[in-house]
């Protein structure tokens, strides 16, 4: 079972690469428009071919983690599922690991650097092109495991060619929310609309039951209203 | 002194590091492509005619269809006239949305509602729709003066997805997830069109291609105006259009309320066309990406794209849905985004227009020189005599 | 006025007896998409030289230098050590020996001053002779030492300046490029890095190629210096000549030096350039003739007043 993550992530990694080279960086000087557009197209493309490959039927998924419904820790009164702690110890170990990555290989400093100013960090010696088809191989392996983790823990519990959407809008609103250059930002922006959502929900009655997504992107848009490049995101100065 | 001319040579990434000594341009006779066709020319005149008349042709032949297939036709026209919409925002101002498909449902809602709880006429509710969908589109707008880019499309998704959550929370006035049905007798065609019970689908089809053209005449004025250019610089680079004195202020939200108006006219068609409404099947952010899907192929910032895109959203599923098990749909609309991106930026539209015009091209009319016999004044043969020699090439910076 | 083009004749300083120049470039072309910037230019630096290139704005300095660090495509030849090199990257331009300094800093701004440093050294191997390198230039520039944990989008502009010089130095390159280092800093912090430059080349033996708009403290430490003008080299030739010749001074430099070893008058007023010249070169017309005009701005002492000369030009294909 934690082969089969390993293989999965390893092609999730091949993946990102072979779309950074090819459809990425012929496009990324152009617009983020045209960025956005396709990933999106990749998006649909793929998940299309998901269910033109393996059929559009829900496939039963192997658990990775104890997911019954007496698996859980009793902290004060409430429950904690076990899944539930795994998937947290699962975040606090990606997060850890990036942030080793980032701050103390030189890898990481690289892709700082190009982040900041791709042109000057070539000038300084570091291969753009590498560092950033690697990047996008580290982002693609990291999906790779968020999604084996994820999908027994949401509806409808198996592999369904819907679910994908969700996390798809999740996923980018988490990371605009919290600053596209923060992975600090992601985590807290994620966690944070995630449980101000909950609260609200259930303790403000207008709303009623419906409007849980409503309400996380609408808390989104406030905030990005007072920081528009995101919680933790750096401004950036334009220069006409 | 000379120019020393060196070959031209191409790189890598398509930069062209030195052009070439230039060469005169073929002129084979008269049959020298592209053609060149001055506007008000007797020859442009001629091509607007029968352009109009392919376009009537056109229309006519859709009339000529069997119910469903005109059906199809009205489906394609309410998704174009909404395509439409959403060009004004994406295609020209450069504000991606992925929420469309809430001022879609808003105005085919306010229609519903309208027609099914206070028994409305159905045309009476489309002026309406227009107001509400307007408003609405200023409000999600709003935030476009301090969010750009991709954050911006954070603001268009939250609308996205509300909406149809909205539908379900008051589902009192909305059906909600049960639907809002709108009964064929409240649809009746009215006595002054000429069409009666039983012909409600060709009457939908006429009135479709009517509130279409009204659409893409508006449109046009709007691209062709100071506004359309204000739009236009927006979208290239905004810092630019605002040190310019564009009013990015008051530009973005009204854009964005004018896109939604339109939007929300093709929600009406549909509602009526589909005559009942339920949001989670037809306003959901899928629909969003679809909308948005069907403006990038069918042709960003062209007039004619959102029809392109129509018939694009409606026509490959309903033919592909037996291939790769339904699924084939997706992948061909995600690979022509990809397609779309790389290989013509502005659509199938945009592509078209640049194959036609290798073989015609439409030119400036020849400006009509003043005749210096009709002046007299001394200021004017003053003037005259000062200005320096004439060359129209003084002044052209390069490109 | 010498009429346009024609290169003042100044006798060329031979290049020491059988030494392969660091860098050497043959009939350099380049430019930006349609617009033609450099029209062959032929140039060396030798190891342990410093050569200057003077030019006014827009004479195509920088676009010299980014072509020669492959950040824009070229034609002709670039030759390194002897060897042509093909069109590469600028990473692969530093593995080579070369560096530099762009216009405008390039400063890392989101990162702090030590990463900047970091990053310079990113083609290096040895962490432990990296870090003691980073300690000796925060030695040399002790405001950079004072601020190493600063990000560096703060510093000041002669701060910048100092950690992009720093930087690209991290790289231990051969040949040091620097465009306009001076642009927009106090004299007194121009001084302090050109005496830095000067003690590089001693001390280490780096090449220098310095592209600058104001000379006189580039020709100060000069070995060999280039003019360039709209794009080719108009005169060239060893710094002492050029320091020295009174009509090159006058002709292209623009003002008079002051002191006491150079012969000959010397006015006590500083003068601005003579007149700077403006090269369009437009599409061809109906006929298909290229047309090209210079237009030649000159500035009279004391009042700025502009006279417009006008002078029109047909090229024949």
Redesign the interface.
């Given at each position: 079972m934690l082969a089969a993550l390993f293989v999965a992530m390893g092609v999730g990694f091949l993946m990102g690469v072979v779309v950074e080279r090819s459809l990425i960086r012929p496009v990324r000087r152009r617009s983020e428009n045209a960025v956005l557009i396709i990933g999106l197209g990749l998006f649909i493309a793929l998940n299309g071919a998901d269910g033109w490959i393996w059929g559009p039927a829900d496939k039963v998924f192997p658990q990775l983690l104890p997911h019954a419904t007496s698996d859980y820790l009793l902290v004060g009164g409430a429950r904690l599922q076990y899944d539930t702690i795994g998937i947290f110890l699962g975040l606090v170990l990606v997060v850890g690991l990036l942030n080793v990555l980032f701050n103390w290989t030189?890898l990481g400093?690289?892709m700082?650097?190009v982040?900041?100013?791709p042109?000057?960090?070539?000038?300084?010696?570091?291969?753009?092109g590498r560092v950033l088809a690697l990047s996008w191989g580290i982002s693609a392996a990291v999906g790779s495991f968020a999604g084996v983790l994820l999908v027994p823990v949401l509806p409808p519990n198996q592999l369904d060619l819907g679910q994908f959407f969700p996390i798809l809008i999740f996923a980018s609103a988490a990371a605009l929310f919290g600053g596209l250059?923060s992975i600090m930002g992601a985590v807290v922006g994620g966690l944070g609309i995630g449980i101000a959502e909950s609260l609200l929900s259930g303790y403000v009655t207008i709303l009623g039951g419906q409007l849980q997504l409503g309400v996380a992107l609408i808390i989104i848009v406030v905030v990005l209203l007072w920081k528009p490049t995101g919680l933790f995101g750096?401004r950036r100065i334009e220069r006409v | 002194?000379?120019?020393?001319?060196?070959n031209g040579?191409e790189?890598?990434d398509g930069?062209?590091?030195?052009?070439g000594?230039?060469t005169?341009a073929t002129r084979i006779g008269m049959s020298a492509l592209p053609y060149t066709i001055r506007r008000k020319s007797v020859a442009h005149v001629v091509l607007i005619v029968a352009g109009l008349a392919a376009g009537v042709g056109l229309i006519l032949w859709g009339g000529s269809f069997g119910q469903f297939n005109q059906g199809q036709l009205t489906l394609v026209l309410s998704y174009a006239i909404a395509i439409s919409g959403l060009n004004i925002a994406t295609g020209y101002t450069g504000m991606i949305s992925v929420g469309h498909s809430a001022f879609f449902g808003l105005g085919a809602y306010t229609t519903g509602i309208l027609v099914v709880n206070y028994g409305w006429n159905a045309l009476a509710t489309i002026p309406i729709a227009l107001l509400v969908c307007f408003a609405a589109g200023v409000i999600v707008g709003l935030p476009a003066l301090k969010i750009r880019g991709l954050y911006l499309a954070v603001v268009t998704l939250a609308a996205g997805v509300t909406f149809p959550e909205l539908v379900d929370r008051f589902a009192g006035l909305t059906g909600g997830s049960q639907g809002l049905l709108i009964s064929l007798t409240q649809l009746k065609p009215p006595d002054w069109s000429g069409f009666t019970i039983g012909q409600e689908g060709e009457w939908l089809y006429w009135l479709s291609v009517v509130l279409l053209i009204i659409v893409m005449v508006i449109v046009h004025n709007i691209v062709q105006s100071r506004y359309g250019l204000a739009m236009m610089a927006v979208r290239d680079n905004e810092l630019a259009a605002s040190a310019s004195g564009v009013n990015i202020t008051v530009l973005k939200p009204i854009t964005f309320g004018v896109s939604s108006a339109i939007a929300g006219v093709g929600g009406c068609l549909f509602a009526i066309y589909l005559g009942s409404l339920v949001a989670d099947d037809s306003f959901t952010l899928l629909t969003a990406v679809t909308l948005l899907t069907g403006l990038v192929i069918g042709g960003q910032g062209t007039r004619f794209g959102p029809i392109i895109g129509g018939l694009v959203v409606v026509y490959v599923p309903y033919y592909t849905s037996s291939i790769g098990q339904g699924e084939s749909s997706a992948v061909l609309f995600g690979v022509a985004l990809i397609l779309v991106i790389f290989l013509a930026p502005e659509g199938l539209m945009g592509g078209i227009a640049r194959l036609a015009s290798k073989a015609l091209v439409v030119i400036p009319a020849t400006p009509q020189p003043f005749s210096p016999a009709a002046r007299s004044s001394s200021v004017d043969s003053t003037l005259a005599s000062n200005a320096p020699p004439h060359?129209?090439?003084?002044g052209?910076?390069?490109? | 006025m010498s009429?346009?083009?024609s290169a003042a004749q100044i006798p060329l300083a031979p290049n020491g007896p059988g030494q392969v120049p660091l860098l050497e470039l043959r009939a350099l072309?380049?430019?930006?998409?349609?617009?033609?910037v450099l029209?062959?230019i032929d140039l060396s630096v030798d190891p342990d030289e410093v050569v200057v290139v003077l030019g006014a704005n827009g004479a195509g300095k920088t676009t010299l230098l980014r072509a020669i660090?492959s950040?824009?495509?070229?034609?002709g030849d670039i030759c390194v050590d002897g060897q042509v090199v093909a069109?590469s990257?600028?990473?692969d331009m530093?593995?080579r020996g070369v560096?530099?300094v762009?216009q405008g800093r390039?400063?890392?701004?989101?990162?702090s001053v030590r990463?900047n440093l970091?990053?310079?050294?990113?083609?290096r191997a040895s962490g432990r002779e990296v870090a003691a390198d980073i300690e000796r230039w925060y030695e040399v520039f002790p405001q950079l030492g004072k601020r190493r944990g600063q990000t560096a989008g703060t510093l000041s502009g002669g701060e910048q300046q100092m950690l992009a010089i720093a930087?690209?130095m991290?790289?231990r390159p051969r040949l040091l490029m620097c465009d306009e280092i001076s642009m927009g800093l106090a004299p007194l912090i121009v001084t302090e890095l050109f005496g830095v430059l000067r003690q590089l080349n001693k001390e280490s033996g780096t090449a220098l190629l310095l592209v600058e708009q104001n000379a006189e403290l580039a020709l100060d430490i000069a070995s060999r210096v280039y003019l360039l003008e709209v794009g080719s080299i108009a005169a060239s030739g060893d710094a002492a000549t050029f320091r020295s010749n009174d009509a090159i001074r006058r002709a292209y430099l623009g003002y008079l030096l002051r002191g006491t070893d150079h012969g000959g008058d010397f006015s006590r007023s500083f003068v601005l350039r003579d007149y700077i010249r403006i090269h369009?070169?437009?599409?061809?017309?109906?006929a298909?003739h290229?047309?090209?005009?210079f237009l030649d701005y000159k500035l009279c002492p004391g009042r700025v007043r502009v006279v417009l000369l006008f002078r029109?030009?047909v090229?024949?294909?």
């Open positions: 030189s400093l690289q700082r650097a982040a900041t100013n042109e000057s960090s070539s000038l300084s010696g570091v291969n753009v250059d750096t | 002194m000379t120019i020393p001319s060196v040579e790189t890598e930069a062209s590091v030195v052009v000594q230039p005169r060359d129209p090439s003084i052209t910076a390069p490109d | 009429t346009p083009g072309r380049a430019g930006y998409g349609a617009a033609n029209h062959g660090a950040l824009i495509p070229h034609i069109r990257r600028p990473d530093l593995r560096g530099l762009p390039g400063t890392l701004s989101e990162l990463d970091r990053v310079g050294a990113v083609s930087r690209a991290m790289a369009l070169c437009a599409r061809r017309d109906g298909g290229r047309l090209s005009q029109r030009m090229a024949e294909h």
